[in-house]
């Protein structure tokens, strides 16, 4: 049976994903789901267009991580830096 899992556990997983990778271009959310003890199955979603101009709606980054006790965020395949902010 799935144990509750607290909303500021899932927030603080979002932003570390989204600072460790940037923020890609149309997203939508970060899907975190807990499928075990505290191993994470993490979804990027991002709406684009086809070449059509069809709405698309798409898992553009998947992680599988592992929150350790003291908060750190473990995955695999690790998150690189894809997306940077631009500057002034």
Known sequence: ??????D??????QAKVLNRL???PGLMSVHCVNVFDNNWRINVWTKGFTDGGVPTH???????CEVTK???LRCNP????TYYSKTK
């Open 1 to 6: 049976m799935h144990q509750p899992v607290d």
């Open 8 to 13: 500021k556990l899932i927030e603080k997983i």
């Open 22 to 24: 940037g923020k890609p």
């Open 58 to 64: 798409e898992i553009t980054h998947s992680f599988f």
């Open 70 to 72: 003291g908060g750190t």
């Open 78 to 81: 690790k998150i690189e830096k």
